[in-house]
C-alpha cells in the first residue's frame, strides 16, 4: 500500500492535481458527479461533488433509509510557493517572482529540482477554462548560499523575498516562463487571463531503511492522509444504515477559510442536500447529525531521533506504531471521540497510538475544530506519525500507510448509536 501512496504523491505536485487523481478513482469505482441543485440519490447508488477544482466530497449511500453519517476528511494541499501571475524577474538570470504559502520549513527547499504545476485560466470563443500544467520535471531551483561567502551554518535567518527566489534559466531566457505555461495549457500566450501555479519538489518517493521501514517523499502533509481517508473509504464494505463520506479539503495549510476548506459550507450542504434527497427534513437533519461521526486525518509528530527533548514526555507517537490520536485544546479529539475510534480500532486489530504536544510547545492545528464550526458532530483528530513535518521532503512508516487504510474502513464499515457522549456497536 505504502508503494501505491508514493505513485500517487509522485502524480500529485499540487492540490488541483490530487483532487483530479482521486476524482478519476472516484469515477473507476462508479461514483457519478453532482452539481449543486435539486438531487436525486438512489439507495446504493455512489456520488461524489467538487468545488474550486481543489476540493471533493464523496458519499455512499445505503440501501436502507440511514440513521446518520460517518465522515473522514483530510486535505490536499501542502505548505509550497506560489508563483505570481507577473512572475519573471529578469536580469542576468531569469527568476520566478513566488511567496511561501503555508508555514515550509524554507532551508529545505534550497538547492532542489523544482518543477511548476497547478492551472491555467485560459480565454476561450465561449468563455474562460480552467487547464491542469505540470512541467513533469525540474524546471528551476533555488540556490543555496555557500558557507564560504555567508555563516550559513551558524543559524542565517532566511529572508524569503531574497534567498528563496527560484532560478528558471539565464537572462536570455526572457519570456520564456509565460511561454512554457501557454504550451503546457495548449493555447496563445494572449489567451492566459490568470494562474494558479505553485513551484513543487520533483524528488521522488522512496522506500529505505534497514528493513525498508521508512518512506520518504513530498507532501506527505497531508497528501498521505487524503489518499489513506479514499483508500479506506472504498476499501469499505457496502453501507448498512450510515452515509459513507470522504472528504478532501483545500486551503488547510493557509487557515481553511475559503469557499473549498474545511471552514466552508461545502461539507454541511452535501450532507444536507444528500438528506433532502433522501426524504428528510431539516429537524430530522440534525437527527441524523446527531448520530454521526467524523475523523479529521492530518499527520502527527514522531520522536525526532536527534531532539527527543521536543516530545512530549508519555504520548508520542512511534514510526511504524499504528495511527495516532491526536490530543490537543487546538484539536476536535475529545474523551468520547477518542474512546470511539480506540474502539472501532480494537476491533478491527489496528494499532492505534496516543500523541499530545509536549507542555510548553504548542503545536499546530488543524481542520478538525474548523470542520465542526460548520458540521457539529462528535469528531476527532487522527494522523500518521511522521519526521520533518513541513520539510520538502518529509518521512514516515512504511507500515503506518495500510494501518491508517485499515482505521478508515473499520471507522466507514462501524455501526454506532450515541446517546449523549455514550455510544454503543450495533
Known amino acids: 500500500m505504502h508503494k501505491k501512496l508514493l505513485r500517487f504523491i509522485d502524480n500529485s505536485p499540487v492540490v488541483y492535481q490530487a483532487v483530479e487523481n482521486l476524482r478519476r478513482r472516484l469515477e473507476d469505482e462508479g461514483f457519478a458527479e453532482l452539481r449543486f441543485g435539486a438531487w436525486k440519490l438512489k439507495a446504493g447508488g455512489r456520488y461524489y461533488v467538487t468545488r474550486g477544482g481543489g476540493a471533493l466530497v464523496a458519499l455512499r449511500v445505503p440501501k436502507k433509509k440511514p440513521k446518520g453519517f460517518v465522515i473522514a476528511t483530510a486535505h490536499g494541499d501542502s505548505p509550497c510557493f506560489r508563483i505570481h501571475d507577473d512572475a519573471e524577474m529578469a536580469g542576468e538570470y531569469l527568476r520566478l517572482d513566488a511567496e511561501k504559502y503555508g508555514g515550509p520549513n524554507l532551508a529545505s527547499w534550497m538547492d532542489r529540482p523544482l518543477g511548476v504545476a497547478g492551472r491555467v485560466l485560459v480565454r476561450t470563443a465561449a468563455g474562460v477554462e480552467a487547464r491542469l500544467v505540470d512541467t513533469k520535471k525540474a524546471v528551476a531551483i533555488m ?50 487571463v490568470s494562474t494558479d501555479l505553485y513551484l513543487y519538489v520533483c524528488e521522488k518517493g522512496i522506500v529505505w531503511g534497514a528493513n525498508g521501514e521508512f518512506i520518504s517523499a513530498p507532501r506527505f502533509d497531508d497528501l ?82 536527534n531532539h527527543p527533548e521536543l516530545a512530549d514526555f508519555t504520548e508520542v507517537p512511534k514510526i511504524g506504531g499504528g495511527v495516532a490520536v491526536k490530543h490537543s485544546p487546538k484539536y476536535s479529539t475529545d474523551g468520547a471521540s477518542a474512546a470511539l475510534f480506540k474502539e472501532v480500532c480494537r476491533r478491527a486489530d489496528v494499532p492505534v497510538q496516543d500523541y499530545s504536544n509536549r507542555p510548553g510547545i504548542t503545536g499546530g492545528s488543524t481542520q478538525g475544530l474548523i470542520s465542526t464550526e460548520q458540521t457539529s458532530v462528535s469528531t476527532l483528530d487522527i494522523g500518521i506519525a ?32 450515541f446517546d449523549g457522549s455514550s455510544f454503543r456497536f450495533e
Open 143 to 192: 540556490p543555496g548560499m555557500p558557507p564560504q561567502l555567508v555563516r550559513i551554518n551558524d543559524g542565517l535567518k532566511l529572508d524569503p523575498a531574497k534567498d528563496l527566489i527560484a532560478v528558471y534559466g539565464l537572462g536570455d531566457a526572457k519570456g520564456r516562463f509565460r511561454a512554457d505555461m501557454a504550451k503546457l495549457a495548449r493555447c496563445k500566450e494572449s489567451d492566459i
Open 224 to 305: 498521505a492522509c487524503a489518499f489513506t481517508c479514499m483508500e479506506g473509504f472504498l476499501a469499505a464494505g457496502e453501507p448498512v444504515d450510515r452515509v459513507q463520506v470522504c472528504a478532501v479539503f483545500d486551503h488547510e495549510e493557509v487557515g481553511s477559510r475559503s469557499k473549498q476548506g474545511a471552514g466552508s459550507n461545502l461539507l454541511q450542504s452535501v450532507l444536507r442536500a444528500a438528506a433532502t434527497a433522501l426524504g428528510f427534513d431539516e429537524t430530522a437533519f440534525l437527527g441524523l447529525l446527531e448520530q454521526s461521526w467524523m475523523i479529521s486525518a492530518d499527520n502527527a509528530h514522531a520522536r525526532h531521533p
Open 386 to 417: 511522521q519526521l520533518a513535518m513541513h520539510s520538502a521532503y518529509e518521512t514516515q512508516g512504511s507500515r503506518d500507510t495500510a494501518y491508517m487504510v485499515d482505521a478508515i474502513k473499520a471507522c466507514m464499515e462501524s455501526r454506532v448509536v
